[in-house]
């Protein structure tokens, strides 16, 4: 079980986005199941929503190729709900959640 | 459970009884006030929940069968018929009485109430096709923290291509946030894994409820550029879709709203588990729909959480006591202060006099602010005759109104308490005996309502306080063969229209031939004449024949601290109250015989001090005159020395100095010498009726 950290830039913008995403897909490819991922995002001062996109379809990503999926936000300076403006506090939303579901359902199949 | 808390519950349920009453006064002029229905019932709601929660059980239970009926006749959009106002009314004095006495209670009467309340409910039809008319009138939301706004659903899902055309959907939505309170929801349910994404595609849309006074116009201006790209969906909701008056609505109860059948939501809420969770997992609910029933109560929260914080921020409940013991430290600051500046003053040391003149104006200002914490609106007080007068209506069979006005006239909560009596009195006397019934006020050319006006006005240190109607006046003729039946005044004496008057405030005096228990008993007026005295104010009557009577307090605005000017007749030293003072300027002495004083082109009564208050000492050359103003006239008093502005504790003074004619207190001096507060109306009306005083 590897475990592998990502970091996000300190711009993460729409101009951004493409560069991003294809670190994490090189990520994710690298990456077998059961894996660990974590996407580090302590650094990333500027952002818009499209960040927020992409941290969704990473995560829907690792579900689908059962890979542990972590965002460390350790100063809770960009949580997800608040890059949406989104008030409710939905799986998503929570890196703490996200991870503990990927687990969930990861050791739910081992069953 | 912590005394504290239960005397804050005390004070909280006797206020929303207050309120409650109030209320019901209304529905029962206008029984198809929403408003007022709705508040009544909030009210209502409120004392059921906090007197259980305090242990008040009886009273709980009670509040709820009351409730119900109010709430039978508010959600059915029913008028508030007089049988049920009267029955709420009636429920509310038991209310009280429950709390008042939480171990006891009367079996018979709640039995009778209970079985009343129940019957009503049940001879209540539903509403008909009539009613509905009245459905805008009655309409349920009623909200008081939003009844000028009106809430928008917005879904806003941003064309694909809107990032790649430079615009950020978050700042739409941002925008649209600073028009009001708002909740938003983000919907990420469309974005494909990773590897499917194209990045600069935007596959997030939002749902945006916003509680704001904006149109729909102004929120579609904030899409002018998306209009046509992007899809915006815009539809104004009813607040009773979340929310029940002032209430959150619970999540069974929204989504019973939106139509969701009643039979799910049953079996979820018996599983005792997050009913959403119950709904989306085990019945195959779409999460889209409770989804937006959680982000609908969660807007209801924020709008409620919001007009409680502003409530909380606004305003902040304080003992009474405590507020005393602050003016009463003041008090003793503001002596203690008047002794530093005179021994610096003394001591001629010019560097500490400027500290002393800063910490004067300090305690000047906390003086007033203390001051200003215990003033309170006399509407507190006014509302309370609103039932009196009603209850008085109904019990003399008479038709009487109750008119307010200057209830935002502010007054030291100690007078305000110390005055429920004594307009008690006087507004049973104007409803007994002044007012005149229905058919005698048609024969003599008179609206069939008889009015009681209650009134308040500032006036200097004074509030001027009156009880008018509009009724028959007093019998003169009847007051005086009254007075000589009871030995009061001699069979041959004779009064002018003033002094008779003036008889009606004897001891045990009434004209009334029948004694009932709304007055007539000859106990009023000389005990309301004496309570008003002992608040260092005065009583006086007025009145035209078949025109009405107006009965007059004028009642000092504070019984603590006065800003005043010092005075010096010989030895001894008087304060008048500051607000008072018109004018003042010296003159040569005048001979003892003059009684008035050429100002201008005025004419103003004018009296020595060494007359009024007899002074043996030789009196100096000169006189320094004072000129006060007494409401709408003035008076001129002559003293030895004007010694200048001094802020006075007011000290009371001892029965016996009490009814010495023109003093209504005392105040300790800087040099520890006392010094008597001068009451200026009570000088005026000594110096025009002639009376000398304190020779003696």
């Avoid at chain 2, 109010?70 to 009314?89: C, Q, W, Y």
């Avoid at chain 2, 941003?158 to 990032?163: A, F, L, M």
Wanted: aromatic share 4%.
């Amino acid at each position: 079980m590897a475990k592998r950290v990502i970091d996000a830039p300190a711009k993460a913008c729409i101009e951004d986005i493409q560069a991003i995403q294809s670190s994490l897909l090189q990520a994710f490819k690298e990456s077998k199941s059961g894996d660990t991922l974590v996407f580090n995002i302590d650094a990333v001062r500027k952002t818009d929503s499209s960040f927020a996109q992409l941290i969704i379809a990473a995560a829907a990503e690792a579900e689908a190729r059962s890979v542990v999926w972590t965002v460390q936000d350790s100063n809770n300076a960009n949580p997800l709900s608040e890059l949406l403006l989104c008030a409710s506090s939905c799986e998503l939303c929570s890196s703490k959640d996200v991870r503990q579901r990927a687990k969930s359902e990861q050791q739910e199949k081992r069953v | 459970m912590n005394d504290k808390l239960i005397e804050t519950f005390l004070e909280e349920a006797l206020e929303l009884l207050d309120g409650l009453e109030e209320h019901l006064l209304v529905l029962e002029k206008n029984p198809i006030d929403s408003d007022a229905m709705n508040a009544a019932f909030r009210a209502l709601h409120s004392i059921k929940g906090s007197a259980s929660m305090f242990g008040f059980e009886k009273a709980g239970t009670f509040a709820h069968e009351v409730e119900a009926a109010l709430d039978h006749f508010r959600t059915n959009m029913k008028p508030a018929i007089p049988e049920l106002t009267e029955l709420v009314l009636q429920s509310r004095d038991y209310l009280r009485w429950l709390i008042d006495n939480p171990e006891g209670s009367n079996d018979e009467l709640e039995a009778v109430l209970k079985r009343d309340l129940a019957a009503l409910i049940s001879k209540s039809p539903e509403p008909e096709a009539a009613a509905a008319v009245q459905k805008s009138a009655i309409s349920k939301p009623a909200s008081s923290l939003s009844s000028p706004d009106r809430t928008w659903s917005i879904i806003f899902t941003p064309s694909r291509d809107i990032y790649r055309r430079g615009v950020r959907p978050e700042s739409l939505v941002k925008e649209l946030q600073a028009l009001g309170k708002s909740s938003v929801r983000a919907y990420c349910a469309a974005v494909p894994p990773l590897s499917q994404l194209n990045s600069e595609d935007c596959w997030l849309s939002w749902k945006i409820l916003l509680t704001t006074k904006v149109d729909e116009a102004a929120i579609r201006d904030i899409f002018i550029f998306e209009e046509g790209i992007s899809e915006i969906k815009i539809e104004e909701i009813s607040h009773d879709e979340f929310m029940d008056g002032d209430e959150v609505k619970r999540l069974g109860e929204i989504l019973s709203y939106k139509q969701f059948p009643a039979d799910s939501i049953q079996q979820a809420l018996k599983k005792q588990r997050p009913i959403g969770e119950i709904l989306i997992s085990e019945m195959n609910t779409a999460p889209e729909l409770v989804e937006d029933a959680l982000l609908e109560q969660q807007h209801a929260r924020t709008l409620t959480q919001n007009s409680k914080e502003d409530t909380e921020r606004k305003t902040i409940r304080i003992r009474s006591e405590k507020l005393d013991i602050l003016l009463n430290l003041v008090g003793e600051l503001v002596t203690v202060q008047a002794q530093l500046s005179q021994a610096v003053k003394d001591s001629g040391d010019r560097h500490v006099q400027g500290i002393t003149d800063y910490v004067k104006r300090l305690a000047s200002e906390l003086r007033a602010t203390s001051m200003e914490l215990r003033l309170v609106p006399v509407d507190s007080l006014f509302a309370k005759f609103k039932r009196l007068v009603r209850d008085l209506s109904k019990q003399l069979d008479k038709e009487l109104e109750l008119k307010v006005e200057g209830g935002e006239t502010e007054i030291d909560k100690s007078v305000i308490d110390t005055l429920t009596d004594p307009l008690m009195h006087l507004v049973r006397n104007a409803a007994d005996h002044g007012l005149e019934d229905s058919a005698e006020r048609e024969r003599k050319g008179k609206p069939r309502v008889g009015t009681i006006v209650l009134s308040a006005v500032h006036a200097g240190a004074f509030v001027r306080i009156s009880v008018r109607d509009d009724g028959r006046g007093l019998n003169r003729t009847r007051i005086l063969e009254r007075a000589v039946e009871r030995g009061i005044v001699a069979a041959d004496a004779k009064l002018s229209s003033d002094e008779i008057d003036q008889l009606i405030f004897q001891p045990g005096f009434s004209t009334a031939s029948v004694i009932s228990n709304v007055s007539g008993r000859g106990v009023g007026l000389d005990v309301v004449k004496t309570a008003i005295k002992q608040l260092g104010g005065n009583l006086s009557v007025g009145m035209r024949e078949g025109e009405g009577t107006e009965f007059t307090l004028d009642i000092p605005l504070t019984l603590a601290i006065i800003d005043g000017f010092l005075v010096r007749s010989g030895r001894r030293m008087y304060v008048i109250p500051l607000s008072s003072v018109d004018s003042c300027f010296d003159r040569p002495r005048p001979p003892r015989t003059e009684r008035l004083l050429t100002h201008g082109a005025e004419f103003i009564p004018y009296a020595s001090s060494r007359t009024l208050f007899g002074e043996d000492e030789a009196a100096p050359e000169r006189e320094e005159l004072v000129i006060v103003n007494i409401f709408d006239a003035k008076l001129a008093l002559g003293f030895d020395q004007v010694m200048g502005g001094y802020q006075t504790v007011i000290k009371p003074i001892g029965e016996v100095a009490r009814f010495v004619p023109g003093v209504s207190g005392a105040a300790i001096l800087a040099d520890g010498n006392i010094a008597l507060i001068l009451d200026i109306a009570a000088l005026a009306r000594q110096i025009k009726s002639g009376e000398r005083t304190a020779k003696s």
